[in-house]
């Protein structure tokens, strides 16, 4: 290969490198609080007995008055809903090593239901009357916001102007100018937290629950030119 060739060959790889495109890569975060305008409760009936009738029977009866007690306080059908129905036997044995030695099957039957409601002032009445129907389960106390479009919105807003930010300060940081935006693409989460019930030892001041802010963040991951 003669000189000639060589710095022909050094020269186009030259500018092969200079023509490929420079990319910064940032992103972007925010979150943003909305209070809660909906609340998600799941409450159960949980019965046992040697006989899995008698325990499903017994399950069957406490319900419907933990049931006739949310109708007596305006909760509709598209408000109560059954979430899960479990029946399962539990066997061991008693009296081991003994002449009495002998195998007994407990039965269990759980039944769940969700609560939808918007009024949140009402939530710890709704568990007060569940519980004093009979219900021996709360499993969950969820407040959340029904339409999140505007939080996702707003925080989508913040995180590009977080990621612009970033991108605008590592550019002059680096001594370069920053180019066009060449792709953005977009994610979200949120968290609504769970709750639990304050019980008063005054059964006459009743159960308070104190709903927190539902969180809605967005993420960003964008890429310019320099």
Same mark, same amino acid.
């Not at 200079?18 to 925010?30: F, N, W």
């Not at 319900?63 to 479990?86: C, D, F, H, I, P």
């Not at 007994?104 to 039957?109: D, L, M, Q, R, S």
């Given at each position: =290969?003669?000189?000639?060739?060589?710095?022909?060959?050094?020269?186009?790889?030259?500018?092969?490198?200079? %023509?490929?495109?420079?990319?910064?890569?940032?992103?972007?975060?925010?979150?943003?609080?909305?209070?809660?305008?909906?609340? &998600?409760?799941?409450?159960?009936?949980?019965?046992?007995?040697?006989?899995?009738?008698?325990?499903?029977?017994?399950?069957?009866?406490?319900? %419907?008055?933990?049931?006739?007690?949310?109708?007596?306080?305006?909760?509709?059908?598209?408000?109560?809903?059954?979430?899960? &129905?479990?029946?399962?036997?539990?066997?061991?044995?008693?009296?081991?090593?003994?002449? !009495?030695?002998?195998?007994?099957?407990? &039965?269990?039957?759980?039944?769940?239901?969700?609560?939808?409601? !918007?009024?949140?002032?009402?939530?710890?009445?709704?568990?007060?009357?569940?519980?004093?129907?009979?219900?021996?389960? /709360?499993?969950?106390?969820? +407040?959340?916001?029904?339409? !999140?479009?505007?939080?996702?919105?707003?925080?989508?807003?913040?995180?590009?102007?977080?990621? =612009?930010?970033?991108?605008?300060?590592?550019?002059?940081?680096?001594?370069?100018?920053?180019?066009?935006?060449?792709?953005?693409?977009?994610?979200?989460?949120? &968290?609504?937290?769970?709750?639990?019930?304050?019980?008063?030892?005054?059964?006459? /001041?009743?159960?308070?629950?104190?709903?927190?802010?539902?969180? /809605?963040?967005?993420?960003?991951? =964008?890429? +310019?030119? +320099?």
């Amino acid at each position: =290969m003669g000189v000639v060739t060589l710095l022909m060959l050094l020269v186009a790889g030259a500018a092969l490198a200079d %023509a490929e495109p420079k990319r910064l890569q940032v992103s972007g975060t925010a979150v943003v609080t909305g209070d809660p305008d909906i609340a &998600y409760i799941t409450v159960g009936v949980e019965t046992q007995n040697p006989s899995a009738e008698k325990a499903a029977q017994d399950n069957a009866s406490i319900m %419907a008055q933990v049931l006739a007690a949310l109708r007596e306080m305006g909760l509709t059908e598209k408000e109560v809903s059954t979430s899960g &129905y479990n029946i399962w036997g539990s066997t061991q044995t008693v009296n081991r090593g003994t002449d !009495k030695e002998e195998t007994v099957t407990t &039965y269990w039957v759980q039944n769940r239901i969700n609560i939808t409601t !918007k009024n949140l002032d009402s939530v710890g009445e709704i568990v007060d009357r569940a519980v004093k129907a009979g219900a021996n389960q /709360v499993q969950g106390i969820r +407040f959340d916001v029904q339409d !999140k479009q505007a939080l996702q919105l707003e925080a989508l807003k913040l995180a590009v102007q977080q990621g =612009m930010g970033k991108a605008e300060a590592m550019a002059e940081a680096a001594g370069v100018t920053l180019g066009e935006l060449v792709s953005m693409s977009e994610s979200y989460s949120s &968290y609504a937290p769970m709750v639990r019930a304050v019980a008063y030892a005054d059964a006459a /001041v009743g159960t308070s629950i104190s709903p927190g802010e539902v969180e /809605v963040s967005a993420s960003v991951q =964008m890429e +310019f030119a +320099f």
